[in-house]
């Protein structure tokens, strides 16, 4: 398809005024690929994203179209923004997470390192999600996600509980 693949390694001379973003979806695969890569990393962001005052977004992210950030909301490094999602006041977006299609993290949230927050997903105010949770699709988190929960449905729990309901 006349698409030219590159070494790693020759990246930075091949394109010496370039910044780089890796766009590959899997959280895990995105940190260690970021770890092994010493490259400057682009800020990547649709031109339809709204970024409010105060609020600040890390390199290596990637926002896509429609996302919203709200005032003094802070998102980490190598994260998605996926089209349409919106990170109100005050919340945390740690490094690595994605934040899928029209999800909505409100005031105050924390997400931890490495979240996947699945499609169409929302919290309450000022919830905690740990690292490398997972939160289904169209989940409403209103307590505390333990590192590592995967956690589905309405209100969101983690998914050994939800399927013995
Ligand atoms: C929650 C999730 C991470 C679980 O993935 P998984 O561990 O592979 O789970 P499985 O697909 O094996 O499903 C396990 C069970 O959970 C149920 N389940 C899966 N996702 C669910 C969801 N979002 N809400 C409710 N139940 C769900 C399945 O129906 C299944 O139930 P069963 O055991 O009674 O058949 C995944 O289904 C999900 O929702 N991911 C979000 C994806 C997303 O939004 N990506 C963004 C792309 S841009």
Same mark, same amino acid.
């Given at each position: 398809?006349?698409?030219?693949?590159?070494?790693?390694?020759?990246?930075?001379?091949?394109?010496?005024?370039?910044?780089?973003?890796?766009?590959?979806?899997?959280?895990?695969?995105?940190?260690?690929?970021?770890?092994?890569?010493?490259?400057?990393?682009?800020?990547?962001?649709? =031109?339809?994203?709204? @970024?409010?005052?105060? /609020?600040? #977004? $890390?390199? &290596?992210?990637? !926002?896509?179209?429609?996302?919203?950030?709200?005032?003094?909301?802070?998102?980490?490094?190598?994260?998605?923004?996926?089209?349409?999602?919106?990170?109100?006041?005050?919340?945390?977006?740690?490094?690595?997470?994605?934040?899928?299609?029209?999800?909505?993290?409100?005031?105050?949230?924390?997400?931890?390192?490495?979240?996947?927050?699945?499609?169409?997903?929302?919290?309450? =105010?000022?919830?905690? @999600?740990?690292?490398? /949770?997972? #939160? $289904?699709? &169209?989940?409403? !988190?209103?307590?505390?996600?333990?590192?590592?929960?995967?956690?589905?449905?309405?209100?969101?729990?983690?998914?050994?509980?939800?399927?013995?309901?």
């Amino acid at each position: 398809m006349g698409i030219e693949v590159v070494e790693e390694g020759d990246l930075i001379a091949r394109f010496p005024e370039a910044a780089f973003a890796i766009a590959i979806g899997n959280n895990r695969v995105r940190k260690q690929i970021s770890e092994r890569l010493d490259l400057p990393w682009a800020t990547i962001m649709h =031109p339809s994203v709204i @970024v409010e005052p105060g /609020a600040a #977004i $890390g390199e &290596g992210t990637v !926002v896509l179209a429609g996302a919203i950030v709200q005032p003094d909301a802070i998102i980490g490094r190598h994260v998605i923004l996926n089209t349409g999602c919106s990170v109100d006041h005050d919340a945390r977006v740690g490094d690595f997470s994605h934040v899928a299609p029209r999800a909505a993290l409100a005031g105050g949230v924390i997400l931890g390192e490495g979240v996947l927050f699945g499609c169409g997903a929302c919290t309450t =105010p000022y919830i905690e @999600v740990g690292d490398w /949770a997972s #939160i $289904g699709a &169209g989940a409403a !988190v209103v307590d505390k996600i333990a590192m590592g929960t995967t956690a589905v449905g309405v209100p969101a729990r983690p998914l050994e509980r939800y399927n013995g309901r």
